[in-house]
């Protein structure tokens, strides 16, 4: 009995010998971990605890986080050339009008009389409106007889002569020493002010300078926000306050933000106050004195809507009073038959149309160009 026993239990330690044999020599082969030094995402808490953890590569850190790309834009200079076709087709209406009245055979009272009314209607104003069509009465009749082109010859140099092209039209935006030459945008809601804004510092920054963004609009957060992504898209630094905080505070910043980076230009964007609000405007006037504690305004930019003719005369005025306004920005030029706004609000002002909206695209913004203009109002010649 003990024999049959001891032969059992070698039989069973034999056996025992052999399945662990084959488990070695056939056991699935597992994947092999990987460096230490690899980056691994997911699985930490099972590492942690002796677990099974399936380990995946991290990607790239430059894949996890991509900056914005910065667009280059065009310079500015000819823009006004490249946008001329359009600004045609907005103004035939003005020009071609004037030019069939001018070469009928017979001038007599009745189409100088319609001749004057498509003017005014065309917000050119009843003062320079009389001055044009007086000389051009005067040199009709000694002329004569009239080609087309002597009279489109005529009507341009009439037309030049009101817009006056020997206005300085320069934007200041170099400033004498190292400090950043400083502008000031103001105008009443709805006239395109912070696009106009955002559209200057691309301009600025195709031509070659570097530009710092004051939203001084904090009555308006999506102002803000509207100004932060034109910065974005060309690089521009945006100092901003927050929602409801004092308009000269970040103005105040903004140029100081500007001289600290030693950049060229900051352009400061105010809110759009309503002209017949006394108090906001007293505000706008504020603004200004606080920002000249740090640096001298080089130029203040009144924002102007063409479409809403006369009206937009009014403002204009009202703005002049407080503060001293250095050029205007035409805005929507594009998008009226009422070119004329040029020549009255120069007239109004003393001060000349500086820079030209001429369509919704982020470069439709255009240095003004007076003999570019007329020729887009009356045409091919």
């Known amino acids: 009995m003990d024999g049959y026993l001891v032969i059992t239990i070698v039989v069973i330690l034999a056996a025992l010998l052999v399945s662990g044999g084959l488990f070695f020599m056939f056991r699935p082969k597992g994947k092999a971990l990987p460096p230490v030094d690899t980056p691994l995402v997911g699985g ?15 990607p790239p850190v430059e894949e996890l986080v991509k900056p914005p790309e910065i667009e280059v834009p065009p310079p500015s200079a000819g823009r006004m050339v490249r946008l001329r076709a359009r600004l045609a087709r ?11 009245l001018l070469s009928r055979d017979r001038l007599d009272d009745d189409v100088w009389d319609e001749i004057e009314e498509t003017l005014i209607t065309a917000d050119v104003g009843v003062a320079p ?24 010859g005529l009507l341009r140099e009439q037309l030049l002569a009101q817009i006056n092209p020997g206005l300085d039209r320069t934007l200041h935006t170099s400033a004498p020493g190292e400090r950043p030459a400083v502008l000031l945008v103001v105008g009443v809601n709805g006239t395109g002010k912070t696009t106009t804004t955002g559209k200057l510092a691309r301009a600025l920054i195709g031509d070659g300078k570097t530009v710092v963004l004051g939203a001084a609009d904090t009555f308006r957060a999506a102002a803000a926000d509207q100004l932060q992504t034109w910065g974005d898209r060309v690089g521009a630094a945006v100092v901003r306050g927050p929602e409801g905080g004092d308009p000269a505070s970040v103005a105040f910043d903004a140029v100081a933000r500007g001289m600290a980076d030693k950049v060229d230009v900051v352009i400061v964007d105010t809110a759009g106050r309503l ?7 007293d505000e706008l006037g504020k603004v200004k004195r606080v920002i000249e504690k740090k640096a001298q305004v080089d130029e203040v930019l009144l924002v102007l809507d063409a479409t809403t003719g006369q009206n937009g005369m009014r403002q204009a005025q009202v703005f002049a009073e407080v503060v001293n306004i250095t050029g205007i920005a035409l805005t929507k030029l594009d998008g009226t038959a009422k070119g004329g706004i040029v020549i009255s609000v120069q007239r109004e002002l003393g001060v000349p149309v500086k820079l030209a909206g001429l ?6 913004l255009a240095p003004f160009d007076p003999e570019v203009f007329v020729d887009a109002l009356l045409g091919e010649a």
């Open 44 to 58: 930490g808490a099972e590492e942690e605890s002796g677990g099974t953890a399936t380990a995946t590569l991290a």
């Open 90 to 100: 907005s103004q035939s209406t003005l020009g071609k009008g004037l030019l069939d």
């Open 129 to 152: 409106t009389r001055a044009m069509v007086d000389e051009l009465r005067t040199k009709v009749k000694v002329l004569g007889t009239r080609s087309p082109a002597e009279v489109r």
């Open 275 to 281: 002209h017949t609000k006394t108090g906001l405007m």
């Open 359 to 364: 369509g919704e695209g982020p470069d439709d």
